[in-house]
């Protein structure tokens, strides 16, 4: 089986590609890329006008499976489809926690089972996201786990973390870290400022994050760990991470649509799909993530897609949980705010969103389009308007802000290993 | 569209003053002098979530006297702990036949949750740290009945004192008299005032000793004893060293200062029983004034002429 897509204008940061350019896929594979391939043999598919580019790799996710409500792998990797996600990487905060290779292979097997997107899995790093007793890393690495993380729970205890980061400097792996000291935002619900000085609600200050960022770049410089901070959202932590960047730290970081987009001042009323954790936070810290996504300070936009059911988001503001959708807005967004709004070129921007994801995880074969690698993309319309209707999700959640969100692009088309997974009709 | 009273923040001065001009018709009612039946036929029901006595109460007693049916439900605790969420609870209780919530709750928002899910008037009775507006109304309206004009509210500079950050009655308050053209200084400790409430458009003082001299009124905040367990507040001896009312710093301040006070007052803590019972003291009449306040708020929004 070969198929040639012909015509696109196909944006491959990896491989420096950003023009007209034919893409041979053989067995669902990259085989040939280059101008005026010749058809012979292969299916050819004529992409004038469209634009291609490497399937974007989601490197922070919530599938709820097992144990919670909201997603299953299977919902959220047809969901992520629809986003023109093809690589996700899930947190492992499920009942029971993806902490040892029994509950490893399980959600392996489900996620080869839905047959949707990729679906890579980060493991624990301590036993049940205690923070107390760290995982056996090298195991769950040999297992298949791209990186480490306790998500929601951050590792309070310093030497616990220092312990963590070195089995994962031995075996090579990333260390993520939700940044929150919880002693400095208990019971914090929203961003500590003038906004919930207004609304009567407890804040968590910026300082719970950068506190947390600025003690792990320590530990991280001596331990020699990878360390990658997740979703970083206030400028005291670009701060810190200037530090570590003085100091040849090995550390990155991610930052999300709604981070860059929205500050605590767009939450209207007590809107609980404006609640999530890190919580909104201040307009200048809204602008200094578009400032770092621009100079490369932070290299990776990921969705903390967060689906809960509408009963738990129903609740009063202070009740319901954490967490926003975000898994089919990721992409549109990224070019409405980056691209459209003129910040960033595209391919920045989608290799934010690709390949420097794939990089970190030391996922090779995806997050770029080069001979050998998956015939994972999507096919977008850059001159086409769309809409996002949550009602159409084939996520089991509707938590979204961005309901109703016109948007300057479409996805068209969304391919894993060379077969077309999803279309808009 | 309907009605709700859930917030002073962004109320108009003409507003306000349509509600004291609602009050003092009222005045004589309140005070169980006058009996009438402009609410006949009005069900008004009572949701308090979080206890309450002396609000529910007014309520109550306001809703009666002008000729409502009132309905006590009182359900401590939040929705989450008992089981049933708070919309389930308000949806079932609408279902009997309601023309008008009054909410109290621990949840900020939590009123205006209600008021966006049913078609009925709510009226906002203190949701957490967010606002109690039937309370800055009467606070205002206090002082309004002292002052005799609305002009005077420019000029008049009232201080607050206490555990801003938790406060719901702080923050209407303020709302309430920034509308009116007021001084407003807010006083307390860093832990209990910070430096987001400039947002109000206030002054801050973290002195109460610098600011006597030049107030108008002294609005005292209850000091919740948790405040020590969480160590915002180090003991009641400190805090009453600092920002206790006393008579020697009554001795500070203007001789027709006035001193006000939400109830229920820690005698000895916030403020001293000659202060609180002394002659230049409204808190008495601050909960007179209340009923007034509340009948106005009632009246505007489920009254026959209600605008």
Redesign the interface.
């Given at each position: 089986m070969t198929e040639l897509y012909q015509g696109a204008t196909v944006v491959d940061p990896q491989n420096n590609i950003d023009s007209v350019v034919d893409i041979r896929v053989a067995d669902g594979v990259v085989s040939e890329v280059g101008t005026d391939l010749d058809p012979k043999g292969a299916t050819v598919i004529n992409l004038k006008d469209k634009h291609i580019i490497p399937g974007v790799v989601d490197m922070h996710v919530h599938f709820r499976e097992p144990g919670t409500r909201g997603e299953t792998i299977a919902s959220g990797a047809a969901a992520a489809l629809r986003g023109g996600v093809t690589t996700v990487a899930a947190m492992p905060n499920t009942e029971p926690a993806i902490d040892s290779l029994i509950s490893l292979s399980n959600v392996q097997e489900l996620a080869k089972k839905a047959g949707k997107c990729k679906v890579e899995f980060i493991a624990a790093m301590s036993v049940g996201r205690q923070g107390e007793k760290v995982t056996e890393i090298q195991l769950l690495s040999d297992a298949g786990a791209v990186a480490f993380s306790d998500d929601g729970s951050p590792v309070m205890n310093p030497e616990i973390m220092r312990m963590a980061m070195l089995a994962a400097a031995q075996v090579g792996k990333p260390v993520i870290q939700h940044c929150e000291d919880c002693h400095l935002s208990a019971g914090g619900v929203m961003n500590?400022?003038?906004v919930?000085?207004?609304?009567?609600?407890?804040g968590q200050s910026h300082m719970s994050e950068s506190v947390m960022v600025g003690r792990d770049l320590i530990l991280a410089k001596e331990t020699g760990a990878h360390y990658h901070v997740a979703h970083l959202s206030c400028r005291s932590s670009l701060a810190q991470m200037k530090w570590a960047e003085d100091h040849a730290i090995k550390v990155t970081a991610e930052v999300t649509p709604h981070h860059f987009i929205l500050a605590d001042e767009d939450i209207p009323?007590?809107n609980t799909n404006y609640k999530m954790n890190p919580p909104l936070r201040t307009s200048e810290d809204v602008k200094a993530m578009l400032q770092a996504l621009k100079e490369s300070k932070i290299t990776v936009i990921a969705s903390d897609h967060a689906p809960h059911p509408q009963?738990k988001k129903?609740?009063?503001?202070?009740?319901a949980p954490f967490g926003i959708m975000g898994i089919e807005t990721m992409l549109p967004l990224s070019i409405k705010y980056l691209v459209s709004n003129g910040h960033m070129p595209l391919s920045q921007v989608i290799a934010c969103l690709t390949c420097n994801p794939a990089e970190i995880l030391g996922l090779k074969d995806v997050g770029h389009l080069g001979k050998g690698s998956a015939a994972d993309f999507v096919v977008l319309d850059m001159n086409k308007k769309s809409t996002y209707d949550v009602t159409k999700t084939p996520s089991q959640s509707q938590n979204t802000p961005f309901q109703g969100e016109e948007f300057p692009a479409t996805i068209q088309a969304t391919y894993v290993n060379g077969k077309k997974l999803y279309e808009n009709n | 569209m309907t009605k709700h009273f859930l917030e002073l923040?962004d109320i108009s001065p003409d507003k306000l003053v349509s509600y004291f001009t609602l009050a003092d018709e009222y005045y004589d009612a309140s005070q169980g002098k006058e009996s009438r039946d402009d609410l006949s036929g009005k069900t008004v029901a009572n949701l308090f979530f979080e206890d309450s006595t002396r609000t529910a109460n007014s309520f109550y007693l306001a809703g009666r006297r002008i000729g409502a049916s009132v309905l006590d439900f009182t359900g401590a605790g939040?929705?989450?702990s008992k089981g049933e969420?708070?919309?389930d609870t308000a949806r079932n209780i609408y279902a009997m036949g309601i023309d008008c919530f009054v909410v109290r709750?621990v949840?900020?928002?939590?009123p205006?949750?209600i008021a966006?899910a049913l078609d009925v008037p709510v009226i906002n009775a203190g949701?957490?740290?967010?606002?109690h507006p039937t309370q800055g109304l009467l606070d205002v309206y206090t002082m309004y009945r002292e002052l005799g004009a609305v002009e005077k509210f420019k000029g008049l500079t009232v201080a607050i004192v206490g555990d801003i950050l938790h406060s719901?009655v702080a923050?209407s308050l303020c709302f309430a008299l920034k509308t009116l053209g007021s001084r407003v200084i807010l006083v307390g400790p860093r832990t209990l005032v910070?430096k987001?409430?400039?947002?109000?458009g206030v002054e801050i003082s973290y002195s109460l000793d610098k600011v006597l001299a030049e107030v108008d009124v002294l609005y005292f905040l209850r000091l919740q004893r948790e405040r020590m367990s969480s160590g915002l507040v180090s003991s009641l001896k400190e805090y009453k060293f600092l920002y206790g009312m006393t008579q020697n710093r009554m001795a500070l301040c203007k001789d027709d200062v006035k001193i006000m006070h939400p109830g229920p007052i820690n005698r000895g803590v916030e403020i001293d029983p000659e202060v609180a019972d002394g002659p230049n003291s409204l808190i008495l009449k601050q909960v007179t004034c209340g009923m007034a306040s509340r009948m106005a708020v009632l009246y505007s929004l489920i009254g026959e002429k209600s605008d």
């Open positions: 500590e400022g003038k919930s000085a207004l609304k009567g609600l407890k009323g007590y009963d129903s609740l009063e503001f202070e009740n | 923040q939040s929705s989450l969420t708070l919309l709750h949840s900020p928002g939590a205006a949750m966006d949701d957490g740290a967010h606002e719901r923050r910070n987001h409430f400039e947002a109000f």
